[in-house]
């Protein structure tokens, strides 16, 4: 007579354990995963803030020339540099600036303000000083990026910081008619040369 019993199942499969090394490493590509995704964040909202190009009149077909096509490219901004933007697209751009100078650069690179270190808090309407933090900032979102490496902000401190300090608050730079002390703040955007007017011989 054979066995009719229920058979007992077997054990089941072992429970997945991680050893603690393992947890760390884990939580440390997730920790770039997720600075990656924030970073990726930015720029799309940067881009996102761009004006998409209008459409060319008519569709182009295959065999549309090279000439045609280089005119729909120049639709859109040439460059992410924020001198090359205008409108609504500088003015976002600009926004986004002045959140990475109020709450990063200045808090961690201000230093104390003096004749030899001028800063003016109304920054933005220097237009010099717009186009170096802007550069700085393009330059600080490329190289604190995972992909940069390990040196990534090594390099930007050597390469675009201290340059950039260098030159913006220079006793002759963009700031040398603004605020010299804390208690006497003070704003002059100094005059630029004008452009040599040239004239046609009749």
């Not at 751009?93 to 990063?104: F, I, K, S, T």
Request: proline content about 9%.
């Amino acid at each position: 007579m054979s066995d009719t019993s229920p058979t007992t199942p077997g054990p089941g499969p072992e429970p997945f354990r991680l050893s603690d090394g393992d947890l760390d490493d884990l939580a440390s590509s997730l920790a770039k995963t997720m600075a990656e995704v924030k970073q990726h964040g930015v720029i799309l909202d940067r881009l996102g803030s761009e004006p998409d190009p209008a459409p060319a009149a008519g569709q182009q077909g295959d065999g549309a020339s090279e000439a045609e096509a280089a005119d729909a490219k120049t639709d859109g901004p040439a460059s992410v540099f924020i001198l090359a933007l205008g409108g609504e697209a500088y003015a976002a751009e600009l926004a986004g600036l002045a959140d990475w100078v109020n709450y990063l650069f200045l808090p961690v690179y201000g230093r104390e303000i003096s004749t030899m270190r001028p800063w003016c808090a109304q920054w933005h309407e220097h237009p010099e000083a717009v186009a170096r933090l802007h550069a700085l900032w393009l330059a600080w979102q490329q190289f604190t990026d995972t992909e940069a490496g390990l040196s990534g902000p090594s390099t930007w401190h050597r390469d675009h910081l201290d340059q950039t300090l260098a030159h913006l608050r220079a006793p002759d730079g963009p700031f040398a008619a603004c605020t010299t002390s804390a208690n006497r703040p003070n704003h002059r955007v100094l005059a630029t040369p004008a452009p040599e007017q040239t004239e046609v011989a009749a």
